[in-house]
T-cell receptor
């Protein structure tokens, strides 16, 4: 696989447990946030997004929480599975800009 | 199948030898962009394009060029590659300029020696 994750913070969880991946974003004006999953050797894949007028959004087994007061975003994965092992990136943008700013990523490792 | 296709997947080249990494999408997306991914730095945007013949610089455009002559293609050009451009490159496309649900290619691992 690719060596892009050599210096990433790592979260290790047991299969079946819930995972919480955190992200601090930089721009208080950002109004749209996205979580991506990147498996080894692949490009990032969209997981879930949230706009700044919401503080919670749920998908299938995933929930994103947004705390604009402290500029914090989290991704919760329920009943973590081996297939969830990957690097997870948060990204932020604003409707007046065309730039998507990525965080540095967190590696999620799921062990049996 | 909806996809973004990059070529080549792997490339080793020498300093100064011009190269092009191709990117093509089949989703009729208007917005396309290029990123580089380096350890500890995440993904950084190089260039983006909102539509045909419309391109703009991202955060790290130095040493790169792009063109958008057709909606589906967005090649990345390195006129004179240098070792600090050794990186993993991703092309992405999305429906609109807010980057909603961007689709990424498989990546191009470039090594410049």
């Amino acid at each position: 696989g690719e060596s892009v994750g050599l210096h990433l913070p790592t979260l290790s969880v047991q299969e079946g447990d819930n995972s919480i991946i955190n992200c601090a974003y930089s721009n208080s004006a950002s109004d749209y946030f996205i979580w991506y999953k990147q498996e080894s050797g692949k490009g990032p894949q969209f997981i879930i997004d949230i706009r700044s007028n919401m503080d919670k959004r749920q998908g299938q087994r995933v929930t994103v929480l947004l705390n604009k007061t402290v500029k914090h975003l989290s991704l919760q994965i329920a009943a973590t599975q081996p297939g969830d092992s990957a690097v997870y990136f948060c990204a932020e943008t604003h409707h007046n800009t065309d730039k998507l700013i990525f965080g540095t990523g967190t590696r999620l490792q799921v062990f049996p | 199948e909806a996809q973004v296709t990059q070529n080549p997947r792997y490339l080793i080249t020498v300093t100064g030898k011009k190269l092009t990494v191709t990117c093509s999408q089949n989703m009729n997306h208007e917005y396309m962009s290029w990123y580089r991914q380096d350890p500890g730095l995440g993904l950084r945007q190089i260039y983006y394009s909102m539509n045909v013949e419309v391109t703009d610089k991202g955060d790290v455009p130095e040493g790169y060029k792009v063109s958008r002559k057709e909606k589906r293609n967005f090649p990345l050009i390195l006129e004179s590659p240098s070792p600090n451009q050794t990186s993993l490159y991703f092309c992405a496309s999305s429906k609109g300029q807010t980057n909603t649900e961007a689709f990424f290619g498989q990546g191009t691992r470039l090594t410049v020696v």
